[in-house]
């Protein structure tokens, strides 16, 4: 949605989006973090990265670092 674009917000605001949108305002958590938590949103919130860079970077990601299926069978590679 275009009200979330890092043109359309402030640091601020952008800062709450995220706190809002991982349920951290609910839990009062103003320390949280982790790989894909509040840390992972840093250069959305700093205004550097829109969150669908984000998730596509995420996306591609997760895709590279995934198993291969094995040519034999139907299990994964391991």
Same mark, same amino acid.
């Given at each position: 949605?275009?009200?979330?674009? *890092?043109?359309?917000?402030? @640091?601020?605001?952008?800062?709450? *989006? !995220? @706190?809002?949108?991982?349920?951290?305002?609910?839990? &009062?958590?103003?320390?949280?973090? &982790?790989?894909?938590?509040?840390?992972?949103? /840093?250069?959305? *919130?700093? #205004?550097? @990265? /829109? *969150?669908?860079?984000?998730?596509?970077?995420?996306?591609?990601?997760? !895709?590279?670092?995934? @198993? !291969?299926?094995?040519?034999? #069978?139907? &299990?994964?590679?391991?």
């Amino acid at each position: 949605m275009d009200k979330f674009l *890092i043109k359309n917000t402030t @640091k601020e605001q952008r800062e709450q *989006i !995220v @706190k809002e949108a991982l349920g951290y305002s609910e839990f &009062g958590c103003d320390d949280c973090g &982790g790989r894909y938590g509040y840390d992972f949103y /840093e250069p959305y *919130i700093d #205004g550097e @990265k /829109e *969150i669908s860079e984000l998730t596509q970077a995420f996306r591609a990601s997760y !895709v590279s670092d995934s @198993k !291969v299926p094995s040519k034999s #069978g139907c &299990g994964y590679a391991r």
